[in-house]
């Protein structure tokens, strides 16, 4: 059968691929599906031809899979957010665990390693502690929003079509942090829009109001509201973070980014504290982490504190052990390891995570973890010892290979090391394999309704 650009054709659903979109084949020949799981029978349009596969839209469910459910928010299926939200949260569980031992033998030529079923999350919705929603000039109109006179089409406060920069859904409410944030989310929205200060346009690089970031401490239930705007101007930004403040009894404080750089990111040249503190306090396990506006903290709490236990059963500590934490980001690992280890050295290239590791462990009275900064490609050099155990987490590219090189050679009886991406995952264990063996691996869903999986592999040094 021969498929064209734009062709609708009528397709069954037999498989599912790592980034969340349905498989179907026709003649043998690979269709990905957007928005269609195993077991539905749709009506697809092909949106890419290559040679070896083509991509597709659904455009009708014809006959839903048995493992579909109704998603709950309205914009699911346009927002990028979270697409597996009309797919039952047990049969998410199930992709995941597979999308991990599938990368291990395709990408990695690794078999026989056991994946462990999918930790599940402790809450399905509500779970992020961290939000990020983009101003526009431009609003992105929904389906039914076309041909509405009544909408403003010149503000937006909200998320990203999938795969664009610049288009705006202007999002009222997102199942994905607590509803609280939600009602935040609003009273910022109706002040930006009678401000009298215009939203920024991501194509023209003019206007005031850029993002919104709202953090979440799940232990204390408190707020923090992050301005991000493009000029220093507390005429705008004070009475509105006087609004927020007066609005809701438990917002620690409101800080203002401000950035003039054209690049889309959050994080401002400078930051000012507009009212109440900078930061917010929260809690893992039986310690505390002060959380500026524009610290990393995974983003899923009670997802890390299971995480980090995992990390922490994997490395079979006895309370001697030495320990290097590569990618130790703010060091959260590394603390949570503290209490049952010798000594814990993380490495990070990312100054500003090694002044908050440090301040983490001070304020946890800990005293037996160190930091390094710098590229770990030369930091790891100086380690002129052979630890006990190495903890790798390293971002979605995974390791460089001198570091993996490094690592080998460096000969720690165990390797406990934490993904964010099965296919980084896979191929650096397959280079480490020829002197360790990889003895099971444990998904952990930290992204309820996402594709998005962390899992946790445990190795062993060969005699």
Same mark, same amino acid.
């Given at each position: 059968?021969?498929?064209?650009?734009?062709? #609708? @054709? *009528?397709?069954? @659903?037999?498989?599912?691929?790592?980034?969340?979109?349905?498989?179907?084949?026709?003649?043998?020949?690979?269709?990905?599906?957007?928005?269609?799981?195993?077991?539905?029978?749709?009506?697809?349009?092909?949106?890419?031809?290559?040679? &070896?596969?083509?991509? &597709?839209?659904? @455009?009708?469910?014809?006959?839903? !899979?048995?493992?579909?459910?109704?998603? +709950?928010?309205?914009?699911?299926?346009?927002?990028?957010?979270?697409?597996?939200?009309?797919?039952?949260?047990?049969?998410?569980?199930?992709?995941?665990?597979?999308?991990? &031992? #599938?990368?291990?033998?395709?990408?990695?030529?690794?078999?026989?390693?056991?994946?462990?079923?999918?930790?599940? !999350?402790?809450?399905?919705?509500?779970?992020?502690?961290?939000?990020?929603?983009?101003?526009?000039?431009?609003?992105?109109?929904?389906?039914?929003?076309?041909?509405?006179?009544?909408?403003?089409?010149?503000?937006?406060?909200?998320?990203?079509?999938?795969?664009?920069?610049?288009?705006?859904?202007?999002?009222?409410?997102?199942?994905?942090? +607590?509803?609280?944030?939600?009602?935040?989310?609003?009273?910022?929205?109706?002040?930006?829009?009678? !401000?009298?200060?215009?939203?920024?346009?991501?194509?023209?690089?003019?206007?005031?109001?850029?993002?919104?970031? *709202?953090?979440?401490?799940?232990?204390?239930?408190?707020?923090?509201?992050?301005?991000?705007?493009?000029?220093?101007?507390?005429?705008?930004?004070?009475?509105?973070?006087?609004?927020?403040?007066?609005?809701?009894?438990?917002?620690?404080?409101?800080?203002?980014?401000?950035?003039?750089?054209?690049?889309?990111?959050?994080?401002?040249?400078? #930051?000012?504290?507009?009212?109440?503190?900078?930061?917010?306090?929260?809690?893992?396990?039986?310690?505390?982490?002060?959380?500026?506006?524009?610290?990393?903290?995974?983003?899923?709490?009670?997802?890390?504190?299971?995480?980090?236990?995992?990390?922490?059963?994997?490395?079979?500590?006895?309370?001697?052990?030495?320990?290097?934490?590569?990618?130790?980001?703010?060091?959260?690992?590394?603390?949570?390891?503290?209490?049952?280890?010798?000594?814990?050295?993380?490495?990070?290239?990312?100054?500003?995570?090694?002044?908050?590791?440090?301040?983490?462990?001070?304020?946890?009275? @800990?005293?037996?973890?160190?930091?390094?900064?710098?590229?770990?490609? #030369?930091?790891?050099?100086?380690?002129?010892?052979? +630890?006990?155990?190495?903890?790798?987490? +390293?971002?979605?590219?995974?390791?460089?290979?001198?570091?993996?090189?490094?690592?080998?050679?460096?000969? &720690?009886?165990?390797?406990?090391?934490?993904?964010?991406?099965?296919?980084?995952?896979?191929?650096?264990?397959?280079? *480490?394999?020829?002197?360790?063996?990889?003895?099971?691996?444990?998904?952990?869903?930290?992204?309820?309704?996402?594709?998005?999986?962390?899992?946790?592999?445990? *190795?062993?040094?060969?005699?």
């Amino acid at each position: 059968m021969t498929i064209k650009k734009k062709q #609708e @054709i *009528l397709l069954d @659903i037999t498989g599912i691929a790592f980034g969340g979109r349905g498989i179907a084949k026709i003649d043998g020949y690979t269709v990905f599906v957007d928005k269609a799981v195993p077991g539905d029978r749709v009506v697809a349009r092909i949106v890419k031809k290559k040679k &070896a596969y083509a991509e &597709a839209r659904t @455009i009708e469910v014809v006959e839903p !899979s048995q493992d579909r459910v109704s998603a +709950p928010c309205k914009y699911s299926g346009t927002c990028g957010g979270c697409k597996w939200q009309f797919l039952d949260y047990r049969k998410q569980l199930i992709y995941k665990q597979q999308h991990v &031992a #599938e990368a291990m033998e395709r990408i990695g030529a690794i078999t026989g390693v056991t994946v462990h079923e999918t930790l599940p !999350s402790g809450k399905m919705f509500g779970y992020r502690n961290k939000m990020e929603f983009s101003c526009s000039d431009r609003r992105w109109l929904l389906p039914e929003e076309l041909g509405d006179p009544g909408i403003e089409k010149t503000f937006a406060l909200g998320l990203h079509v999938p795969g664009t920069f610049d288009k705006i859904i202007d999002i009222e409410q997102c199942l994905l942090h +607590p509803d609280q944030g939600n009602r935040i989310l609003n009273d910022v929205k109706e002040y930006m829009k009678t !401000s009298g200060f215009p939203a920024y346009g991501i194509r023209s690089h003019e206007g005031f109001w850029r993002f919104l970031m *709202l953090r979440h401490s799940v232990s204390r239930n408190q707020w923090l509201v992050n301005l991000i705007t493009s000029e220093d101007s507390p005429e705008a930004v004070g009475p509105l973070a006087k609004i927020l403040m007066a609005g809701h009894d438990n917002i620690a404080g409101v800080v203002n980014n401000v950035s003039g750089k054209k690049a889309a990111v959050s994080m401002g040249d400078f #930051e000012k504290t507009v009212e109440g503190k900078s930061c917010l306090n929260e809690r893992l396990g039986i310690f505390d982490f002060e959380i500026s506006a524009n610290s990393f903290f995974q983003t899923n709490t009670r997802g890390a504190e299971t995480l980090y236990e995992t990390v922490r059963n994997y490395a079979e500590l006895s309370g001697r052990e030495s320990i290097v934490d590569l990618y130790c980001g703010t060091g959260t690992i590394a603390i949570w390891l503290s209490k049952q280890a010798g000594n814990v050295l993380g490495l990070e290239i990312v100054e500003s995570a090694i002044a908050d590791a440090r301040k983490n462990c001070r304020r946890n009275n @800990i005293d037996n973890c160190s930091f390094l900064s710098g590229d770990i490609r #030369e930091s790891i050099s100086a380690i002129d010892y052979r +630890p006990d155990v190495l903890v790798i987490d +390293p971002p979605r590219v995974g390791m460089h290979k001198d570091v993996v090189d490094k690592v080998d050679s460096m000969g &720690a009886k165990r390797i406990v090391y934490v993904s964010c991406n099965p296919a980084t995952l896979a191929r650096d264990l397959s280079l *480490l394999a020829s002197n360790y063996v990889i003895d099971e691996i444990q998904p952990v869903d930290m992204f309820p309704h996402t594709y998005h999986i962390e899992a946790v592999a445990r *190795l062993t040094k060969k005699r």
